[in-house]
């Protein structure tokens, strides 16, 4: 079965603080894994996908493909980064598989 | 480039009754798939139309059916609605290649709310 699993909820941290928004999947063959952010009153926008290999607003994911998992970091968080965070598989079908959404609120 | 359109944004409906839903995708874009956001169930894919084909399907009664027109633009129809439809209906488009996982880019969703 393909699943896509997000832990937490919330996640509160200071401003200036590293982020780690956990992602874990399960899925039998290669997939895509993508992270979407979801702004206050704004569309779901992407952020970034593993195959490109980018650095979106200093977010960064690395696909473990032995711990399946693809979490997103950030160094130093900003307050502007709060937001509620998907993380997405596609596999061989082109539909998105969301986790629930992990909440990141960013205190000054 | 104009992002993903829906139309309209807010929908209020009674139990029974029907709604049709409308998407505009990115120009150039030939996929249109469909999710359904609610706080229970999160985001859940509802259907994908390629070149006016329905080329995947998720787990929804068949109350829930689209269409796909020859310019891309897509449609979503609920029939004989209930209080459990309450939710916002997302679309998304993509390049949609074959064999492609191309990135999908969304609209502002329509929020339903069934009373």
């Known amino acids: 079965a393909q699943r896509v699993t997000q832990p937490e909820k919330l996640l509160s941290v200071f401003k200036g603080a590293p982020v780690e928004l956990k992602c874990n999947y399960s899925?039998?063959?290669?997939?895509?894994l993508f992270w979407y952010v979801q702004y206050s009153r704004q569309r779901l926008q992407l952020l970034l996908r593993?195959?490109s290999r980018e650095s979106i607003k200093g977010f960064t994911a690395d696909l473990n493909k032995g711990e399946t998992s693809f979490h997103l970091k950030k160094p130093f968080a900003q307050e502007e980064d709060s937001a509620m965070y998907y993380c997405?598989?596609?596999?061989?079908?082109?539909?998105?598989?969301f986790g629930s959404g992990t909440r990141l609120l960013v205190r000054p | 480039k104009a992002g993903v359109t829906q139309t309209p944004r807010y929908l209020i409906k009674t139990r029974g009754q029907q709604v049709t839903l409308s998407c505009s995708p990115i120009s150039g874009h030939r996929s249109v798939s469909w999710y359904q956001q609610t706080p229970g169930q999160g985001l859940q894919f509802l259907f994908e139309?390629?070149?006016?084909?329905?080329?995947n399907k998720g787990n929804f009664p068949g109350r829930f059916s689209g269409r796909q027109f020859s310019n891309s633009r897509s449609e979503m129809n609920v029939s004989t609605l209930e209080l459990g439809d309450s939710a916002l209906y997302l679309c998304?488009?993509?390049?949609?290649?074959?064999?492609?996982?191309?990135?999908?880019?969304f609209g502002p969703g329509t929020r339903l709310t069934v009373l």
């Open positions: 139309y390629f070149s006016e084909t329905q080329r």
């Open positions: 997405a598989l596609m596999g061989s079908s082109y539909k998105l598989i």
């Open positions: 998304a488009s993509s390049l949609g290649r074959q064999g492609r996982r191309d990135t999908q880019y």
């Open positions: 899925y039998s063959g290669s997939p895509e």
């Open positions: 593993h195959i």
